[in-house]
């Protein structure tokens, strides 16, 4: 069986492990790219897409744990 070319939002929440919601937040606010489909303009949300997102916010997070070094706190108080 192929895979399917684009996803619901219900699907890429499983993906993401998040809600539908925040990830219908993301689709609105463009930062995860998406199209509607179909007289009642459902969201679907290319694979290819969805693998794009990932790898940016693994870059993004790169970046964060660079720019803020993790330290213990001080067990001494």
Known sequence: MATQRFLTLADVA?????SASQTYALVRSGELEAIKVGGRGQWRVEREK???YI?????QTRRFVAEH?????????
Request: net charge negative; aromatic share 10%.
């Open 55 to 59: 790898a940016r916010m693994y870059d």
């Open 14 to 18: 499983e993906v993401l492990n998040i």
């Open 69 to 77: 070094p993790f330290v213990e706190a001080d067990e001494h108080g």
């Open 50 to 52: 969805l693998e794009s």
